[in-house]
């Protein structure tokens, strides 16, 4: 699979509150693991530089990255988004949310060598982005926090400021034709699709 790069740092982000799952999903067992223990295995075979965005350092401490402070004031994952950035040791990073057990080695690799020339590599499903399934440049710090000063807190609301290179779904399909790589758990029925 090849070694660990040090020129991709791996953000997680943990900040949510689960209201769907109704606990703290991050940490719900998932075939035998947490589902972030899960997460953190998958980046560790891209990347040294894993953290995971949270203001629960306590809960989340124990997985064994570096727990980063979300956004302040907290504003959902655009600012979880700009809080790995600054704190990343890389240029690049992959933003993952902490919800995905099935995260595929292979698709991320090949997301990491599309962004030359870009400051963003974003899959699609249909016409829809998938913002937290992607690749970021550091670049995409400023326009970020841009957009959160002006109140925009939705997560694709700065492509229109970056470099954007969208993946359409039939790429990124041909690598990962189910797309379980995209799936996330957000309910205790999305859990029990996958048991």
């Known amino acids: 699979?090849?070694?660990?790069?040090s020129t991709v740092s791996g953000i997680i982000l943990a900040g949510g509150q689960s209201r769907r799952m109704g606990r703290d999903k991050a940490l719900i067992d998932f075939q035998g693991k947490p589902l972030i223990a899960r997460v953190i295995a998958t980046l560790?075979?891209?990347?040294?530089?894993?953290?995971?965005?949270?203001?629960r350092s306590d809960a989340y401490g124990p997985v064994g990255v570096r727990v980063v402070a979300d956004?302040?004031?907290?504003?959902?994952?655009?600012?979880?988004?700009?809080?790995g950035l600054?704190?990343?040791?890389?240029?690049?990073?992959?933003?993952?949310?902490?919800?995905m057990p099935f995260l595929y080695v292979p698709l991320l690799r090949w997301l990491i060598d599309?962004?030359?020339?870009?400051?963003?590599?974003?899959p699609q499903t249909g016409a829809e982005y998938e913002p937290l399934h992607a690749i970021y440049r550091r670049t995409c710090y400023?326009?970020?926090?841009?957009?959160?000063?002006?109140?925009?807190?939705?997560?694709?609301?700065?492509?229109?400021?970056v470099?954007?290179?969208?993946?359409?779904?039939?790429?990124?399909?041909?690598?990962?034709?189910?797309?379980?790589?995209?799936?996330?758990?957000?309910?205790?029925?999305?859990?029990?699709?996958?048991?």
């Open 86 to 99: 600054q704190a990343m040791d890389s240029e690049l990073a992959i933003v993952v949310a902490c919800d």
């Open 163 to 195: 470099r954007l290179r969208p993946i359409e779904e039939a790429a990124w399909r041909a690598i990962d034709p189910a797309g379980r790589s995209l799936v996330n758990l957000n309910t205790p029925g999305d859990l029990g699709l996958w048991v």
């Open 114 to 122: 599309q962004v030359t020339g870009y400051d963003a590599v974003v």
């Open 142 to 161: 400023d326009p970020i926090v841009r957009r959160l000063e002006q109140g925009d807190r939705r997560v694709i609301s700065f492509f229109a400021d």
């Open 1 to 5: 699979m090849g070694r660990p790069s």
């Open 71 to 83: 956004y302040d004031p907290p504003c959902g994952p655009l600012g979880g988004i700009a809080a």
């Open 44 to 55: 560790r075979e891209l990347t040294n530089d894993v953290l995971v965005i949270s203001n």
